[in-house]
């Protein structure tokens, strides 16, 4: 996914209320960011950091700027980019479906976003084929990493995420296919469940496992013109008992 124009370079001032930034960038001028990311953000917001901005699309929002990378040495590994834009993996994905990319995804006819099942949820994707089960694919944004190398979901506490979980799990034994794609906005080499953080998620996350649920890890590839999937790692996660 490339973006409309090379990102802006700044660096952060502070992260507050959630959803706000304030950065100075490169030529001085102090500008407030939207943070399009609930979570806690650990290791990813220090004054200081250099960050990475793109424009708004919209010249009537309010905001013009959106926070997209910050470079941190992420688990006191090398610096690297790290994405932290929850918005920005349903659009890899749903990039990565058209082209093709997602290999264990590929051979489906229809690809519906936003799709409503379960107890009042809606699944990210849902992949159609004529004379197959379809398949209910949930995607999630991955930037929590604490130790060099190993990434892990959630940074805080998830209970709408650890539901979801559940719901998949009931869609198996529909007959359907579920999956869990996490999108892994940085470079490391396997994944699990922070599960000292969530323990509930974590949970819900070994029952969906046992219960059929599928779960691949993708990294990303990213650069100031663009972000992509890049290459699938391990997810070391032990099965549920």
Request: charged letters at 30%; one cysteine or more.
């Amino acid at each position: 996914m490339r973006f409309q124009e090379s990102l802006l370079e700044g660096r952060l001032i502070e992260r507050y209320k959630r959803f706000l930034a304030d950065v100075t960038l490169a030529d001085g001028e102090r500008v407030t960011a939207h943070c399009a990311n609930p979570g806690a953000m650990l290791g990813l917001k220090e004054p200081g950091s250099r960050v990475l901005l793109s424009r708004a699309s919209n010249p009537k929002r309010k905001l013009g700027y959106n926070w997209e990378f910050v470079e941190v040495a992420a688990g006191g590994g090398p610096s690297q980019l790290v994405g932290i834009n929850t918005s920005r993996p349903n659009l890899l994905v749903a990039e990565a479906l058209r082209e093709g990319r997602l290999e264990p995804f590929s051979g489906y006819d229809r690809v519906r976003p936003e799709v409503k099942y379960g107890r009042n949820s809606r699944i990210d994707f849902l992949l159609e084929k004529d004379g197959e089960p379809p398949c209910y694919l949930e995607v999630k944004n991955c930037h929590l990493m604490r130790e060099a190398g190993f990434a892990e979901f959630p940074d805080c506490i998830a209970a709408r995420s650890a539901k979801h979980l559940y719901e998949l799990a009931d869609m198996v034994a529909t007959g359907a296919r579920a999956a869990l794609v996490y999108v892994i906005q940085m470079r490391a080499e396997r994944f699990d469940v922070a599960r000292d953080i969530d323990p509930a998620y974590d949970k819900a996350f070994r029952h969906a496992l046992a219960a059929g649920v599928e779960s691949y890890a993708y990294i990303c590839r990213l650069t100031p013109e663009e972000v992509t999937i890049d290459h699938p790692i391990e997810i070391v996660t032990p099965r549920a008992k």
